[in-house]
């Protein structure tokens, strides 16, 4: 396989390149000699023109070997002749200059190269007649391919046609009644569909109906359901208004009271210093009485500022009772307006409770009489359902009958159309018989290709792998010199 897999890439090679430089470098001779082995080998013609490059080949070889041998002789010192007509002075080689490796390794592939054209000659004409022969085997199998195909679909055509006509009064007597049959059956497919039809319609109206006289039905309770809805809401608004209206009435009764007590301590805590002033007054008065030294001047003073620190105490005194008397007024407001409020929160949750009440028992209601609708509705929807799919099933059983009568019709038709014309038979044979001899023969031909391949593989298989060695080292040789010539 990886002999094959190798010579199937240097056909492609030489196929794509055509190359003018062989055809250049080849003599007249063995560019004739390479269009006969083009030809692919047919017989012993075929093998006497492959032997005839070998032994140009072959003959070929010797100038090369004589030019290598010239070559060689060129180095030792000159023949007689040139010895006669130069004077008799020692003749003095001329220095040899040194050799890169780049031009020795160009120098070994020029000569490999001359050396081997009669190689690669051979081998080119050897790949090529190869590809030639192979090409002309993979033809010749694909053309039998497509004979034993149509040859086949013959055959098949021909056993068809000769079955129904061995069995066409059979064919005709099981058609004929199928027909019959299918139309029957087409028949009651038809009314069981229209009858169907008739009761999905009517079933249809009647949901219809339904629908409309339980939404009339309904309307009252859903109403009355809608409105208890609505002053639920409205009840659920109330209480939160009077929650709110609780709670500002509470934070004013609590700052009343805040405000009393305040006021109420400290108009105590003046009439309490109005008091102690008035006592000192009073002690300093006694004492300068008993002073038998003090002057009525001072004594004067002293009862005038007793007089004032009185007076200021029943102001203050007076103040604390004004001063008891408004907060406890503003305090009593206050707390009245709170008991406002929470009696109005106590109304407004009882209403939310009565509508709430009202509105769970209006919409429990109006869910059963909807419970109850809808199982009305959902048992005709489901008789629908049901009708539709029975409709479905019909129109199924109405389409087979229908292509079994067709089927029926069509098998009637070819067995009639086979048995009134026979000829078509005879000549369907004939060309049978004819396809299978072009297939016999084909097959012949792709043996005798196959057979030929074989033996111009066997027989180029040495001047093959010589030419594919050559070609090997020549691509090594010239990869050596780029790397020398850029390393």
Do not use: W
Not at 101 to 116: F, L, M, V
Not at 118 to 129: F, K, L, P
Request: glycine letters at 4%; one cysteine or more; charged letters at 35%.
């Amino acid at each position: 396989m990886a002999d094959e897999t190798e010579e199937t890439k240097a056909e492609e090679r030489l196929e794509q390149a055509e190359t003018e430089e062989h055809a250049e470098q080849e003599e007249p001779e063995a560019s004739e000699e390479s269009d006969g082995n083009r030809r692919p080998a047919d017989g012993p013609a075929s093998l006497e023109s492959q032997d005839e490059p070998r032994a140009d080949a072959e003959q070929g070889d010797g100038p090369e070997d004589g030019d290598e041998a010239d070559a060689e002789q060129g180095t030792e010192p000159a023949d007689d002749s040139e010895e006669n007509d130069e004077p008799t002075e020692p003749v003095t080689e001329p220095a040899t200059e040194p050799v890169s490796p780049q031009q020795r390794i160009i120098d070994t592939a020029q000569r490999a190269a001359q050396a081997g054209t009669a190689s690669v000659t051979e081998g080119v004409s050897a790949v090529r007649e190869l590809s030639a022969a192979r090409r002309a085997h993979a033809t010749a199998f694909k053309e039998l391919e497509t004979l034993e195909r149509d040859t086949k679909r013959l055959a098949e055509q021909l056993e068809h046609r000769r079955d129904v006509e061995s069995n066409y009064e059979r064919i005709v007597e099981v058609q004929t009644a199928e027909i019959e049959d299918a139309g029957r059956a087409l028949e009651r497919a038809r009314v069981r569909r229209a009858n169907l039809e008739s009761q999905l319609e009517g079933k249809n109206n009647e949901l219809k109906r339904l629908k409309e006289a339980n939404s009339q039905k309904m309307a009252p309770s859903r109403k009355l359901m809608e409105q208890a809805k609505d002053a639920l809401a409205k009840a659920e608004r109330a209480q939160a208004e009077a929650r709110r209206a609780l709670k500002n009435a509470q934070a004013q009764a609590d700052e009343a009271t805040a405000s009393r007590d305040s006021k109420l301590q400290a108009a105590k805590r003046a009439a309490d210093t109005a008091s102690a002033k008035l006592a000192r007054q009073q002690d300093q008065l006694a004492e300068m009485r008993r002073d038998p030294s003090a002057g009525a001047k001072g004594l004067s003073q002293a009862s005038s500022s007793v007089a004032a620190a009185l007076a200021q105490l029943e102001n203050a005194r007076e103040n604390v009772a004004r001063v008891n008397q408004e907060t406890g007024q503003a305090v009593q407001i206050a707390q009245t307006h709170l008991y406002t409020q929470r009696k109005s929160l106590e109304e407004a949750e009882t209403d939310l409770a009565q509508a709430r009440a009202r509105e769970e028992e209006l919409r429990g209601a109006y869910d059963a009489k909807r419970s109850e609708a809808d199982e009305q509705e959902s048992a005709v929807s489901s008789k629908t359902s049901e009708l539709k799919e029975s409709l479905e099933q019909a129109r199924d059983d109405e389409a087979g009958a229908r292509g079994r009568g067709q089927a029926a019709q069509a098998a009637l038709e070819e067995a009639r159309d086979i048995h009134a014309h026979p000829e078509l038979t005879d000549e369907l044979s004939e060309r049978c018989q004819e396809s299978r001899a072009r297939t016999e023969e084909q097959r012949r031909l792709v043996e005798r290709l196959a057979t030929e391949e074989r033996t111009v593989r066997e027989r180029t298989q040495r001047t093959r792998k010589v030419f594919y060695a050559l070609v090997a080292a020549t691509v090594v040789i010239v990869l050596l010199a780029v790397l020398l010539a850029f390393g």
